[in-house]
């Protein structure tokens, strides 16, 4: 009995015993730089293209708020699933997030961002709500009347003879104001969003 | 607190108990919980015990949006806990309901206004490392001046 405590005593006060029980073997494990992690911004200048927002599968995620500094996007921890779209979409580069600005630069792949504006010319009764609020309309004819006719045809929406017609739909930016602000739910955007490879240069 | 008390405490936050509940969640995040367990990030060498046992835990990882079968249940399975204890949040879906946080669904997050959460981890999923990182910094809380507060 002494003899077999001498024993255990001589055991569990060796200073390796001692010191593996309160010190962890390893410590945790380091994120890799591959990681995927929330993105972050680089620093360039955000345009206000809203395609981060476009692109976020997660509810609340992203946002685009003004700062003095300009527009600048912020990312919701807690929402943010780190899926990287945000990344991929964004035309300027604002955001970072792991290796993937480098993948498509090497890859030379692009999300890239289509709309069509589908208007259903049985609901649709010509009041030109949607061509008033639109905010491209705006700047290509700031003097638009109410009802939503103008004597340019450059716009992107016009009402002619009692309807909305969708005249130049590459102008649009898909910001769905018109869809907001159709009474009748009779104009709808729809965002295209496709990967592409290889685009080719805008000349 | 006495001497012998502290030690108490030193003693037991180096031996963590963990039970982990799925109150409706995708999987992906129970996943990286048994991840932890694999020999890559071994969360039994810093003393972490998984044994999925409310009554013997003293760290309850939540995982998932808080589905409505869920009701009462995991007030019930909390309250089962003996003291101390803590409640530690995995991925974004206890924390804001993720994905699933849409009109017209059923899930009610957060969690934490169902029973008291200690911790978040945010991700969807959260790493492992995370995970551990997390349980790892509650550890040293759950039983600061446990004796006193007894």
Redesign the interface.
């Given at each position: 009995m002494p003899l077999s405590l001498v024993y255990y005593a001589k055991e569990f006060f060796r200073g390796e015993w001692a010191r593996k029980?309160?010190a962890?073997?390893?410590a945790?494990?380091?994120?890799p730089p591959y990681?995927r992690n929330y993105p972050e911004l680089t620093g360039k200048t955000c345009t206000h293209h809203l395609f981060c927002m476009m692109a976020c599968?997660?509810?609340?995620a992203i946002d685009v708020i003004r700062t003095p500094e300009g527009w600048m996007p912020r990312i919701?921890?807690?929402?943010?699933?780190?899926c990287g779209l945000c990344v991929e979409a964004c035309p300027n580069g604002v955001l970072s997030s792991g290796r993937i600005l480098e993948s498509i630069f090497y890859d030379n792949t692009r999300l890239s961002f289509s709309f069509r504006i589908d208007v259903d010319q049985t609901k649709c009764m010509g009041c030109g709500n949607c061509a008033v609020a639109c905010p491209v309309n705006k700047l290509i004819d700031a003097q638009m009347s109410h009802g939503g006719r103008a004597s340019t045809d450059d716009l992107l929406l016009k009402v002619r003879e009692g309807k909305c017609q969708v005249l130049h739909v590459e102008k649009c930016t898909g910001c769905k104001t018109c869809e907001h602000h159709c009474p009748n739910e009779a104009i709808r955007v729809a965002r295209l969003l496709e990967a592409v490879h290889a685009p080719e240069e805008d000349p | 607190m006495t001497l012998l008390q502290s030690l108490k405490n030193l003693v037991r936050s180096?031996s963590i108990h963990v039970a982990y509940v799925d109150v409706g969640s995708c999987n992906g995040c129970d996943i990286e919980v048994l991840a932890c367990l694999a020999p890559?990030?071994?969360i039994e060498?810093?003393?972490i015990f998984v044994h999925n046992n409310p009554r013997e835990a003293d760290v309850l990882l939540v995982i998932g949006a808080y589905t409505p079968g869920w009701e009462e249940k995991l007030e019930g399975l909390w309250e089962k806990i003996p003291d101390p204890k803590v409640a530690i949040a995995i991925g974004?879906c206890p924390?804001?309901g993720?994905?699933f946080?849409?009109p017209h669904t059923l899930v009610d997050p957060p969690v934490a206004k169902h029973i008291p959460i200690a911790a978040?981890v945010?991700?969807?999923p959260p790493?492992?490392?995370e995970i551990?990182?997390a349980i790892?910094s509650v550890a040293p809380t759950v039983f600061k001046d446990y004796e006193v507060r007894k």
């Open positions: 029980f309160l962890a073997k390893t945790p494990l380091e994120i990681f599968p997660a509810p609340g919701h921890i807690g929402h943010c699933i780190r | 180096k890559r990030y071994d060498q810093y003393g974004n924390i804001s993720c994905l946080a849409r978040q945010p991700g969807c790493r492992p490392t551990l990182s790892l």
